[in-house]
């Protein structure tokens, strides 16, 4: 059997799922899912969907992050330089203009930075619903994938009992005589019908 870090690799390289994601699954568990994925090209495309989506979001989330970083330093550095400039403005007793109007830009990006850090904020609120309703339905298809799981093994339990009453009753008409073979073959004729 391959290891679960080797299982790990196929899956990474061929459906493009990451170990972090596997690493709470057993070995068996992930050679389980490699063969769902294998068998089931539906799972398949439901996998590369979250995959999508899971990719698309870290992006979004990324770049809102560097955007709120930035605008974050930036409202940083241009508060300490307005600092300054009041108070180099009170030790001027405002008799320079061209710091006063100065003053009042920084005031006015100011007010647009923070505007930008609030709708960048409303914009990873949004999208944390968005992840929240994605685990959601996540949550419902592994719970769909349980149950498929569940009457795919009952089913293959129903063909090996079937395999194993066809094999014994054939192994019966092979010590029947001609006449007796007849009747067997109706028999398991009839019994196949149900």
């Known amino acids: 059997m391959p290891t679960k870090s080797t299982l790990q690799d196929t899956l990474k390289s061929t459906y493009g799922i990451n170990k972090n994601i596997t690493q709470s699954l057993s070995a068996v568990e992930c050679e389980q899912l490699l063969n769902l994925l294998q068998d089931q090209p539906s799972a398949t495309k439901l996998v590369e969907s979250f995959i999508a989506k899971n990719e698309k979001l870290s992006q979004n989330n ?12 930036k409202l940083k550095s241009l508060q300490v330089e307005h600092e300054k400039l009041e108070k180099d403005i009170a030790k001027l007793e405002k008799s320079n203009t061209s710091l006063v109007t100065h003053r009042d830009q920084l005031s006015q990006e100011q007010e647009k930075l923070e505007a930008q850090i609030k709708q960048l904020s409303d914009q990873g609120k949004i999208l944390s619903g968005k992840v929240q309703s ?16 569940k009457d795919n093994k009952d089913l293959k339990n129903i063909v090996d ?3 194993l009453r066809l094999a014994r009753d054939t192994k ?4 029947y005589e001609d006449s007796e073979i007849r ?3 109706i028999r398991l004729f009839r019994w196949t019908l149900g």
């Open 62 to 73: 990324r770049n809102f992050g560097q955007q709120r970083s930035q605008a974050q330093k």
């Open 134 to 149: 994605l685990t959601t339905h996540n949550d419902e298809l592994v719970d769909a994938n349980e149950k498929l799981k």
């Open 161 to 163: 009992q079937i395999r």
């Open 172 to 175: 019966m008409l092979l010590e």
């Open 183 to 185: 009747k067997a073959l």
